[in-house]
C-alpha cells in the first residue's frame, strides 16, 4: 500500500506512514450524513424483511403466491441482514478506536523510542484535540509529555509555550502548576532571562510559587517620614528589605538604573514642593514596584543657632561659641525662660557660668521669624582644692581681719562664750560654683548652743568667704562678707 499523502510504500499492518506519518484509514472515515444513509438503509431493510412478500416468487398476474414455496429462504436472508448489521458496527468500533486518546498516545510513545520525535509531538497534539476537557489530569499529563518531547527537540520556547498552559492553579490544581513554573523557571535562570520570570511570578496566583521565587519580587522601599506638609526642614530616610540599590527621584520622573543612587539621607530645607519616587534594583536587575511621597515645606524661618559646646560636666574655664546662617541674631536665656528679641543677645562668646547652667538660644532673622529654640545644660565645677577645716579656718580669719571676731577662738566683744561655725552641707550657687556651708552658732559657758541666724558660703575651688543669703524667688544668694 502507498501512502495517499507522500506516495511511499507503507508496510503492511503499518497504521501511520513511516516518512511523513499520515494516519492511514483502513475504513472511511464516517460522517454524520454518511451514518444516517446507513441508518435509513438498515431500516428499509428492516421494513423489507416485515413484508414477507419480497420472499415470493414472482409469477405471472393471477397466480397466487405458496408461502411454503418461500419458506426456505426466509432464515438465510435474516442471517445475511444480521451479518451486514454486525459488520458495519465492527467497522464503527474500529474507527473510534482508531481516534481515541489512547491510541494517538500509544503512536507517541512508539514514535517516540524510533527516535521521531516530530511524529510523537504529532500524535500528542492528536490526544490532546480528542481528550474530554474535564479529564484535566490526564490533560496535564499529556502536556508534560509534549513538553519533554518538544525539550529533547531543541524547540525550548515552543516548550515553554506548552507547560505555560499547567501554570493556571485554578484548573490544574497548585501541585501541577507549581510544578509547571518550576520547569519554566529553570529554564528561564539557565537562559538569564529574569525578567521573564518576574513576570510570570507577578502574573500568577500562586502564593506558593511566589514565596519560593521570592528572590525575584524586591520590595518597593518604604520612605519615612510620612508624606504631608512641613514647617520644619524634613531629613528623608528610604529604607529596603531586598539586597539590591536603590534609586530614586525628586521631581516626579520615574526612577531607574539612571537615577541618583541613594547612598544618605535626603535633607529637604528650601521651601517648596517634592515628589519623592524610589525602586531598588535587585542583583537580577529586576526593578520592583515604585514607592512615592509628595511633601510641602512652608516657610519655616530660620535654622536654628549652632551651639559648639554640647550640654555636659566641665573642670576648666570654658567660652560658649553660637553661630547662625548670615542675616540673622541671636538671643539667648539663663533663667529657664524661652528667648525673644527682647532677651540678652548673643554678640560673642561667653564664659561658662560655674555650677549648673541652663542656656536657651533662638534665631531670628530680619523678618522676624523665628528658629528651634536650642537648649544646653552645662556644669562646671572646678577640682576642689578646699577642705572642709579650712573653709571654717578661712571664715574665722576673715571675721577675725575685720574685727568681728577679737581671736581665733571665735571670741565676741561684749558677749558671754564664743562663737562657732559648723559645716551643713555643701550647695551649688547658680552661676558661682560649689560651696561649702556653714552655720554660725553662740556657744555659751555653761555648754547650751544658739543658731544666730547667719549663713556663711566657702568656694570649694579658691576657699573665697561670702556670707549666704536667699533672693526672693527663695534661692541661695552670695552677699559679700564687708556687708555685713
Given at each position: ?44 431493510v ?55 486518546p489512547?491510541n ?18 504529532t ?5 490532546l ?22 525539550m529533547?527537540?531543541?524547540e ?7 507547560i ?65 506638609t512641613?514647617e ?22 520615574e ?24 525602586a531598588?534594583?535587585?542583583?537580577y ?9 509628595a ?26 561659641v ?23 543677645e ?7 557660668p ?40 578661712s571664715i ?6 575685720l ?23 555643701d ?11 556653714f ?20 568656694n570649694?575651688?579658691?576657699?573665697k ?14 552677699i ?5
Open positions: 500500500m502507498k501512502c495517499p499523502n507522500c506516495g511511499a510504500e507503507i508496510p503492511e499492518g503499518h497504521l501511520y506512514c513511516e516518512v511523513c506519518g499520515e494516519e492511514i484509514n483502513f475504513v472511511p472515515e464516517f460522517d454524520p450524513l454518511i451514518e444516517n444513509r446507513i441508518n435509513e438503509s438498515l431500516s428499509g428492516a421494513d423489507d424483511l416485515k413484508d414477507e412478500s419480497v420472499f415470493y416468487t414472482k409469477r405471472l398476474p393471477g397466480s397466487k403466491a405458496n408461502k411454503n414455496e418461500l419458506k426456505p429462504f426466509v432464515i438465510p436472508a435474516i442471517t445475511a441482514v444480521g451479518i451486514i448489521i454486525a459488520f458495519i458496527i465492527v467497522l464503527m468500533f474500529m474507527f473510534d478506536g482508531q481516534k481515541s489512547g494517538y498516545e500509544e503512536q507517541a510513545e512508539k514514535y517516540y523510542v524510533e527516535g521521531k520525535l516530530d511524529q510523537a509531538i500524535a500528542i497534539d492528536s490526544a484535540s480528542t481528550l474530554p476537557a474535564e479529564e484535566t489530569e490526564k490533560r496535564a499529563e499529556l502536556v508534560f509529555m509534549k513538553y519533554e518531547y518538544q529533547e527537540a531543541g525550548k520556547d515552543a516548550a515553554i509555550n506548552t505555560h498552559e499547567l501554570s493556571d492553579s485554578s484548573i490544574y490544581g497548585d501541585d501541577t502548576a507549581l510544578a509547571a513554573m518550576d520547569q519554566i523557571i529553570a529554564s528561564y535562570e539557565q537562559a538569564g532571562a529574569y525578567a521573564d520570570i518576574h513576570e510570570l511570578l507577578i502574573n500568577s496566583d500562586l502564593t506558593v510559587a511566589k514565596e519560593k521565587y521570592l528572590k525575584y519580587l524586591p520590595e518597593a522601599p518604604k520612605i519615612y517620614p510620612e508624606e504631608g512641613y520644619e526642614p524634613v531629613n528623608v530616610r528610604i529604607t529596603d528589605s531586598t539586597d539590591g540599590n536603590i534609586y530614586y527621584t525628586v521631581n516626579g520622573a526612577p531607574d538604573e539612571t537615577s541618583i543612587l541613594y547612598e544618605n539621607e535626603l535633607v529637604l530645607e528650601e521651601e517648596g514642593n517634592y515628589v519623592i519616587k524610589t531598588i534594583v535587585n542583583r536587575g529586576i526593578k520592583s514596584d515604585v514607592s512615592t511621597a511633601f510641602h515645606l512652608e516657610n519655616f524661618g530660620p535654622a536654628e543657632p549652632s551651639v559648639m559646646e554640647e550640654s555636659g560636666e566641665y573642670t576648666s574655664a570654658t567660652m560658649i553660637a553661630v547662625c546662617d548670615p542675616g540673622c541674631r541671636i538671643f539667648y536665656t539663663t533663667d529657664g525662660s524661652t528667648p525673644t528679641e527682647s532677651s540678652t548673643y554678640t560673642a562668646p561667653i564664659s561658662m560655674v555650677g549648673t547652667t541652663t542656656f536657651k538660644f533662638v534665631t531670628v532673622d530680619d523678618e522676624g521669624n523665628y528658629s528651634e529654640v536650642v537648649e544646653k545644660n552645662y556644669h562646671l565645677s572646678y577640682t576642689t582644692m578646699v577642705s572642709v577645716d579650712q573653709a571654717r579656718e574665722i580669719k576673715i571675721l577675725y581681719k574685727d568681728i571676731l577679737l581671736d581665733m577662738s571665735g571670741l565676741v566683744r561684749g558677749e558671754e562664750g564664743h562663737y562657732d561655725y559648723v559645716y551643713s552641707g550647695i551649688e550657687i547658680a552661676g558661682s560654683g560649689d560651696y561649702y556651708m552655720t554660725e552658732t553662740h556657744v555659751f559657758n555653761d555648754g547650751h548652743t544658739s543658731d544666730t541666724g547667719l549663713l556663711y558660703a566657702v570649694k575651688h579658691d576657699g568667704v561670702n556670707r549666704l543669703g536667699y533672693d526672693s524667688s527663695g534661692n541661695y544668694t552670695l559679700t562678707i564687708s556687708n555685713r
